[in-house]
């Protein structure tokens, strides 16, 4: 399995903060010719970060929109003019607004990656949701030391993986991209039709 935005579709990353859901977001930009964006909502995304990540610094746009009733105008304005947005959902963004949100992205065919900050992303707006389930740390005890490897268990579920579920670690070892680990890619056991 191989993660990489699609012109025109929403990928969604759901979890706890700590899993590594924003890095893996922001590593999903790095391919993009195009001018990208970031829509930061807690106010501690650093550009410095996306850059090391390999998104090209001319082409990068770092824009904080905490407030839920300005978070919609200003996604728009980027979704309508950039190839990309990893933008952070605040609280109090409605699903109608999330579904204009989508709409708009496939009609301009841009890539949009779309993280809660806290809950879900209602059903129906992507089209890859990727939910985080269990994250392990090495080299990082009691929040001092060098992180050697961070391992995230992830659901991938939606139209992007066919329908069918499938559970994936990815890798960080905080210097490089983050690497998916193929041999876990396996359909979550369900119930039989036929």
């Given amino acids: ?11 969604g990353l759901v979890g706890t903060p ?11 930009l790095r391919n993009q010719p195009g001018w990208v964006a ?8 650093n550009p410095l970060a996306l850059w090391e990540m390999g998104v090209a610094a001319e082409r990068t746009v770092v824009v904080r929109c905490p407030d839920a009733r300005q ?3 200003v996604t728009a304005a980027l979704v309508e003019g950039m190839q990309a947005v990893y933008a952070e959902i605040p609280a109090g963004v409605t699903t109608p607004m999330l579904r ?7 009609a301009r065919s841009t890539s949009v ?6 809950g879900d992303i209602p059903a129906g707006i992507t089209h890859l949701r990727l939910e985080a389930q ?3 740390w090495e080299g990082v005890e009691q929040g001092r030391g060098r992180l050697r490897e961070r391992r995230c268990t992830l659901i991938a579920s939606g139209k992007g993986v066919g329908g069918i579920r499938h559970i994936f670690e990815v890798e ?3 210097a490089d991209t983050m690497r998916v680990v193929s041999r876990l890619a396996a359909a979550v056991p369900g119930r039989a039709v036929g």
Avoid: S
Wanted: net charge negative; hydrophobic share 50%; proline share 4%.
């Fill in 71 to 73: 978070w919609p105008q």
């Fill in 38 to 45: 970031c829509v930061d909502v807690r106010g501690w995304m």
């Fill in 18 to 28: 700590g899993f590594g859901l924003t890095r893996l977001g922001i590593g999903l």
């Fill in 172 to 174: 960080d070892d905080g």
């Fill in 113 to 118: 990656v779309l993280r809660p900050i806290d």
């Fill in 100 to 106: 204009r949100l989508g709409a708009l992205a496939r």
């Fill in 134 to 136: 269990e994250v392990a």
């Fill in 1 to 11: 399995m191989t993660l990489e935005l699609e012109a025109g579709k929403v990928i």
